[in-house]
T-cell receptor, first 111, second 117 residues
Framework: QKEVEQNSGPLSVPEGAIASLNCTYS??????FFWYRQYSGKSPELIMF????GDKEDGRFTAQLNKASQYVSLLIRDSQPSDSATYLC???????????FGSGTRLLVRP | DTGVSQNPRHKITKRGQNVTFRCDPI?????LYWYRQTLGQGPEFLTY????????KSRLLSDRFSAERPKGSFSTLEIQRTEQGDSAMYLC???????????????FGSGTQLSVL
């Protein structure tokens, strides 16, 4: 079992719709959870982080965390073609400052 | 502050040659990380430093890979006797600003794309 799992996609949504991206992780000791966006040929860029169960909103982005189910999600409201990218879920390793990344979900927003 | 800087941006080498990459982290960050990424995959952890100490190294990392951060500032990653399977994007990241040393948010450089022929 991979430590951080994501559906590779592509997830295709029409412009203006809500895109929902999901991630599961295996280490119950993980405390910090991150979402990175990566455009083709570019390096990952941090867009959201969450440490506590529940929802955290920042503009059009909402991160959701459920530690009991070991599940993290990212919602993107009013999706724009410029949101088309690969979204990487990252989780901290227990007793470590390293981040473990999933393989990413490719999002396509259709105009 | 100009962010994380990596050099070179691209490196083409022949199988069996040694290569070295450099990373300059965000100056106030105390942790520096190396990751490797291949097409369609997420970044794979290689190693990280806290100041000059190498605190963790991936158990999957071959002995041909070595990293240093001699003065707790810039870091180098050397790959000896390169193989075609080493072809990848090598990403450097830093975290842990002085005023918030436990902050785990990673900020990545632009990466070094290695092609081994």
């Amino acid at each position: 079992q991979k430590e951080v799992e994501q559906n590779s996609g592509p997830l295709s949504v029409p412009e203006g719709a809500i895109a929902s991206l999901n991630c599961t992780y295996s280490d119950r000791g993980s405390q910090s959870f991150f979402w990175y966006r990566q455009y083709s040929g570019k390096s990952p860029e941090l867009i959201m982080f969450i440490y506590s169960n529940g929802d955290k909103e920042d503009g059009r982005f909402t991160a959701q965390l459920n530690k009991a189910s070991q599940y993290v999600s990212l919602l993107i409201r009013d999706s724009q073609p410029s949101d088309s990218a690969t979204y990487l879920c990252a989780v901290n390793g227990a007793s470590s400052y390293k981040l473990i990344f999933g393989s990413g979900t490719r999002l396509l927003v259709r105009p | 502050d100009t962010g994380v800087s990596q050099n070179p941006r691209h490196k083409i080498t022949k199988r069996g040659q040694n290569v070295t990459f450099r990373c300059d982290p965000i100056s106030e960050h105390n942790r520096l990380y190396w990751y490797r990424q291949t097409l369609g995959q997420g970044p794979e952890f290689l190693t990280y430093f806290q100041n000059e100490a190498q605190l963790e190294k991936s158990r999957l990392l071959s002995d041909r890979f070595s990293a240093e951060r001699p003065k707790g500032s810039f870091s180098t990653l050397e790959i000896q006797r390169t193989e075609q399977g080493d072809s990848a994007m090598y990403l450097c990241a830093s975290s842990g600003p002085r005023q918030e040393p436990t902050n785990e948010k990673l900020f990545f450089g632009s990466g070094t794309q290695l092609s081994v022929l």
